[in-house]
């Protein structure tokens, strides 16, 4: 019985990475097929870009001014508080910024897809688009994956900008440190592979957020209970994934540019 | 068989069935549903599908526009052996066929006009004449006031009617209902029939009917749609509709296939206590 049961559990765990790559290789794949879906590609830019943007801006910067905070009281007992901006940009930059603003995007949208495309597959009109000759990958699929890709990828710049700034503010208002110094150090200190791991990330975190809510929303069976459930896997799995991607990309990187 | 054309469908031969399921089986989690299918849907003709609940009407159904696969057997729809089509090139085919889905299915997010205009609205037609067109099919179904409303506004019967009139608003060749009077009221349910009825008699559009109410059934084919009273009329006394007959399910094969005259005269023991 228990061998039955491993066994049943695997066979279902290789069937959802098959259903999740054939899902997104279809989706991705209509990118190049017409009819192209421009309008609803900017609605949903609209909703996870814009519709997010308080969120993103009030965590970056509170999570850079608490990063200064943090880090001032140790440097302090080395004499280094001069490397405060350093030590606020590369965080932000390299790590806190698309991580915890990817993860804010997937608490916000991954669920709102799942949830979305959930309720539309239990009450049949996700049938309903197939009867009436509409792609659902296409229609529904392809649009919110772009759309995530390229409004996350904005989003963590606005991030990391903003965390600097709270990181700043922080540093000069509450610690007393020079303005000038904090942010020419910020500036100073980076170079090109910091800067491309934090712009390589969000188009990663993006892809998952949206391909993994549609994957959740598309699968959805058994009413409003269904739903629920689709909702709270697709928050939980997102999450997960955008974790294990960042420490992937991270290793990957550095093992190329050694920094 | 023919090849798709550019409005989703070939021109078929007068003879031609527009549906042919041929020894078609399906089932889920190794359970089998349907076993051995097979009959046809000839050019006007109407087949009513009946069956207990749970027998596998809608999944019938759904194996008729594509939206389910079968595991054995064949399905060719306008000629187009839609069992062995790919899922892309099935859009187009579908564009040919409307479905009345059992609750209607309509976007809830959507207004009327855009549920019903949804198919122009892809085809990039103007927003004028969709408006036109979706107006006409709205006035088919008498419902031409709701226009701007939302699915959460209107009741479940007129759900069912705006149900309707998206399938109709292409002229599709083929139309599919499950269950459209399924969780509603005799008044309401006898409006459905009789849209189902103007169609048929009006346009004289193939049509598989899904139901598990004999009464609208029996409706169907004893009655016929007047144009001049704009309502339905019983048949002379003994005479049924020539164009529609009817399919009985039970346990997942087909028990029946015939007239109206054949399904009330059969000595079959589980027909006669279906239908008594």
Do not use: W
Request: net charge neutral.
């Amino acid at each position: 019985m228990p061998l039955a049961t491993i066994d049943a559990a695997a066979k279902r765990g290789v069937l959802a990475v098959q259903q999740y790559a054939a899902m997104s290789g279809r989706a991705m794949g209509n990118l190049f097929r017409r009819p192209f879906y421009r309008s609803d590609v900017f609605l949903q830019a609209d909703i996870i870009g814009v519709g997010s943007l308080p969120i993103v801006i009030l965590t970056g910067f509170f999570l850079g001014g608490v990063l200064a905070l943090q880090s001032s009281s140790t440097l302090t007992q080395f004499g280094a508080t001069a490397y405060t901006g350093q030590l606020v940009s590369f965080s932000m930059i390299k790590e806190i910024g698309p991580v915890v603003t990817a993860l804010m995007v997937s608490g916000r949208n991954a669920s709102g897809m799942a949830s979305e495309l959930g309720s539309m597959m239990v009450t049949e009109q996700i049938d309903a688009m197939r009867a009436l000759g509409t792609d659902p990958l296409k229609k529904l699929v392809m649009p919110r994956i772009v759309a995530t890709v390229v409004m996350l990828f904005f989003l963590v710049i606005l991030s990391d900008m903003v965390g600097i700034f709270g990181g700043g503010f922080v540093s000069v208002v509450m610690l007393g440190q020079d303005g000038s110094q904090y942010f020419h150090t910020a500036y100073q200190s980076l170079e090109f592979p910091d800067v491309l791991q934090g712009l390589v990330k969000p188009v990663f975190f993006g892809f998952i957020i949206a391909s993994i809510g549609c994957f959740y929303g598309m699968k959805t069976r058994g009413g409003t209970q269904g739903v629920g459930r689709s909702t709270t896997q697709a928050v939980v799995v997102s999450s997960i994934l955008i974790i294990v991607t960042d420490f992937l990309i991270s290793r990957f990187l550095i093992g190329i540019f050694g920094r | 068989m023919s090849a798709v054309g550019a409005n989703g469908a070939t021109a078929p031969d007068a003879d031609e069935p527009v549906v042919v399921f041929d020894d078609v089986s399906i089932g889920f989690d190794r359970k089998p549903v349907l076993e051995n299918i097979s009959f046809r849907i000839r050019r006007g003709e109407t087949r009513i599908l009946l069956g207990p609940a749970g027998v596998g009407k809608s999944v019938l159904l759904k194996l008729t526009n594509g939206l389910l696969r079968p595991d054995s057997g064949r399905i060719f729809v306008f000629g187009n052996e839609i069992s062995a089509m790919r899922e892309q090139d099935l859009f187009e085919i579908r564009g040919a066929i409307g479905t009345v889905f059992q609750e209607g299915a309509l976007f809830d997010s959507l207004t009327v006009r855009d549920n019903v205009g949804y198919r122009l609205l892809e085809e990039h037609l103007s927003e004028e004449e969709t408006t036109r067109r979706v107006t006409e099919a709205l006035r088919f179904v008498e419902l031409e006031q709701t226009l701007d409303k939302f699915p959460s506004e209107l009741s479940g019967g007129m759900r069912r009617r705006v149900a309707i009139a998206r399938a109709i608003v292409t002229n599709p060749k083929l139309i599919l209902y499950d269950s459209p009077t399924g969780g509603l009221d005799p008044i309401t349910s006898t409006t459905i029939i009789e849209l189902v009825m103007k169609q048929r008699d009006v346009s004289h559009t193939s049509s598989l009917v899904i139901t598990h109410r004999l009464q609208d059934a029996f409706v169907l084919a004893t009655h016929h749609f007047s144009r001049e009273k704009n309502g339905m009329l019983p048949l002379p006394a003994g005479e049924t509709d020539s164009h529609t007959s009817f399919l009985l399910l039970h346990q997942g094969r087909l028990a029946f296939d015939g007239t109206t005259a054949e399904l009330v005269h059969s000595e079959d023991p589980f027909i006669r206590e279906y239908i008594s």
